[in-house]
C-alpha cells in the first residue's frame, strides 16, 4: 500500500510516443507497462468515467461527450456537472474507507460539483452579451482567486481551438503543484490534454504531433520534480494511463445530412436566414462524437428506427450500426443512449453538419462554440484566415478517435512508476479504478 497516488489521464498516449519523452521514461522505467484498452466509445466523457468508476456506460450514465434530454429536446454538449454520473467514483469509494483518503481533482471533465475533497476544472462565465469571463470551478471555492493572483488566469483560449497549445496544460500543472503543497492529498488525478490537438488537427505522426510529445515531457517533467519536493517519493506511486490513441483518418460521414436527404433531419430557419436542426420535429436526427453517433428517433418508432439502420447499413465509412440488445455489445444499453448507434470505421470519423448549403450554416458553425453544436467538433483546431473564422471543411481533420480498439495501432498505454502495481496485460480502462484502490488497501 502506498501514501498517495497520482493518476496522471494523458489522451493520445501511445508506447511508441515514449521514446520522445525521456522524463516520463525515467519515472516509469523502474515500474510496469501495458497495453490499456479504452472501451467502446474510445472518447474523454465514457472513458474518463470508466475509469472513476470502474464500470462501463450501461451502469454510469455517460453514453458521449454530451447528452440528449428527449423531455425538453435540448443538446448537452461539454457543461454538465457530476451529478451525471450514476456510479461511486474513486473519491467517493476512499471517503467510505476513510476521511483521512483526501483525493483533489483537476480538470478531469464532469468533475463540476463532485466528491472529491480539492477541485478545479473550466467553468468560464457567460455574460448576457455572449462574451466570456474567464473562471474556474474550484473547491473550495475561493482556490480559484489564489490560483489566478499566482498564474494568472486559467488561459481558455489555449485549452480548445486554433490556439490550443501547451499552456493550458503547464497551467493545469502548476496549479496543481500548489494545491499538493497547501492540501496534500492522498489522491490526485490530473487531466493533462495537450497530446489531443496536434495530433486531430495534423495527425498522429505529424511533425506537430511529435513537437506535442517533447513539450508535453517537458510539463511533466518540471510537475514530477516539483511534487517529489513535497511528497516522498519512495511512497508515493504515479501510474500515467492514456485515454485512447488518436489514429489517422482520411474520411468523413455526414450522418445528420444523410438523414436529412431521407427527409428524417428537419431544420428551422433562424433570424438571419440560416439552418438550425430542428431536435422536436425531426423524426430521426445524429449526436456526433468523433468516429461514432447516436441517432436519436422520435418516440422510438420501430419502423424509423429499421429505416435509419437501412440507411446506414454498409455505407461507405460506416463499420456498424447498433440497435437493440446490440448496444449491450459494448455495454450501452442506457435510457440516455440513441436508438441507432452509428460506428465509424477506424479510418473515417462522423461531422455534425446538417446544412447541405454552406451559405445555410448557423453564424456558429464558423466560430469555437463547443455547446450550442450538437456534437464534437474538431474542426474547430483549424483557422481559415481569409474569413478570420472557423472553416466548414471537415476533411481537413487528420486523427480522431472513439470506434472499438481492436487494433493495438488503436490502444493506449498504463505504466506506473514502481513494479507488481498490475500484472494483468492487457488491461481495460475499467481496470484503472481497482487498480487505484488497491494501493488503500480497499
Not at 480539492?118 to 470551478?137: K, T
Not at 473547491?139 to 499552456?167: S, V
Request: proline share 7%; net charge negative.
Amino acid at each position: 500500500m502506498e501514501d498517495r497516488v497520482i493518476l496522471l489521464s494523458v489522451p493520445g498516449l501511445r508506447e511508441s510516443d515514449l521514446e520522445r519523452m525521456p522524463a516520463l521514461q525515467r519515472l516509469t522505467e523502474r515500474g510496469d507497462r501495458t497495453t490499456l484498452v479504452p472501451s467502446f466509445p474510445a472518447v474523454t466523457w465514457p472513458v474518463q468515467a470508466n475509469m472513476l468508476t470502474g464500470v462501463l456506460p450501461h451502469q454510469h450514465g455517460v453514453i458521449a461527450n454530451g447528452f440528449y434530454w428527449r423531455d425538453r429536446h435540448e443538446v448537452e454538449m461539454w457543461t454538465a456537472g457530476n451529478d451525471k454520473i450514476e456510479s461511486p467514483q474513486i473519491w467517493d469509494i476512499l471517503h467510505r474507507h476513510s476521511p483521512q483518503l483526501t483525493s483533489a481533482v483537476w480538470f478531469p471533465m464532469l468533475s463540476k460539483g463532485c466528491g472529491a475533497d480539492y477541485v478545479c476544472m473550466p467553468a468560464p462565465v457567460h455574460n448576457p452579451d455572449g462574451s466570456e469571463s474567464l473562471w474556474c470551478y474550484t473547491k473550495p471555492k475561493e482556490l480559484y482567486g489564489e490560483l489566478r493572483d499566482l498564474h494568472g488566469h486559467f488561459p481558455l483560449q489555449h485549452f480548445w481551438g486554433p490556439l490550443a497549445n501547451i499552456e493550458s496544460t503547464r497551467w493545469i500543472a502548476q496549479s496543481a503543484v500548489f494545491a499538493a503543497q497547501r492540501f496534500r492529498p492522498r489522491f490526485f488525478y490530473l487531466y493533462l490534454p495537450h497530446l489531443d490537438y496536434a495530433a486531430q488537427r495534423d495527425g498522429p505522426d505529424s511533425p506537430a504531433a511529435q513537437k506535442a510529445l517533447e513539450e508535453l515531457d517537458t510539463v511533466i517533467g518540471e510537475l514530477v520534480r516539483s511534487l517529489h519536493a513535497i511528497f516522498d517519493p519512495a511512497h508515493t506511486l504515479w501510474l500515467v494511463a492514456s485515454e485512447y490513441a488518436i489514429v489517422p483518418v482520411n474520411h468523413v460521414v455526414y450522418p445528420n445530412r444523410r438523414l436529412r436527404e431521407a427527409g428524417l433531419l428537419s431544420v428551422r430557419e433562424d433570424n438571419d436566414q440560416t439552418e438550425l436542426l430542428d431536435f422536436e420535429q425531426s423524426r430521426a436526427w445524429a449526436l456526433v462524437d468523433h468516429q461514432f453517433s447516436h441517432v436519436f428517433v422520435r418516440d422510438h418508432d420501430a419502423s424509423t428506427i429499421k429505416q435509419v439502420r437501412d440507411l446506414f447499413a454498409g455505407s461507405e465509412g460506416i463499420d456498424e450500426v447498433l440497435s437493440g440488445k446490440q448496444l449491450e455489445r459494448y455495454g450501452l444499453q442506457h435510457p440516455r443512449s440513441g436508438d441507432v448507434v452509428l460506428v465509424s470505421i477506424p479510418s473515417s470519423w462522423q461531422a455534425y453538419y446538417w446544412w447541405l448549403d454552406d451559405a445555410r450554416a448557423p453564424a456558429f458553425a464558423r466560430t469555437v462554440d463547443i455547446h450550442r453544436k450538437p456534437g464534437y467538433d474538431p474542426v474547430e483546431l483549424h483557422f481559415d484566415r481569409a474569413t478570420r473564422s472557423i472553416p466548414l471543411d471537415a476533411t481537413r481533420v487528420k486523427g480522431s478517435h472513439g470506434a472499438p480498439a481492436r487494433a493495438e495501432w488503436q490502444r493506449g498505454v498504463l505504466l506506473s512508476s514502481q513494479r507488481g502495481v498490475f500484472v494483468e496485460q492487457p488491461l481495460a480502462d475499467t481496470d484503472v479504478a481497482e487498480i487505484v484502490l488497491r494501493q488503500f488497501g480497499i
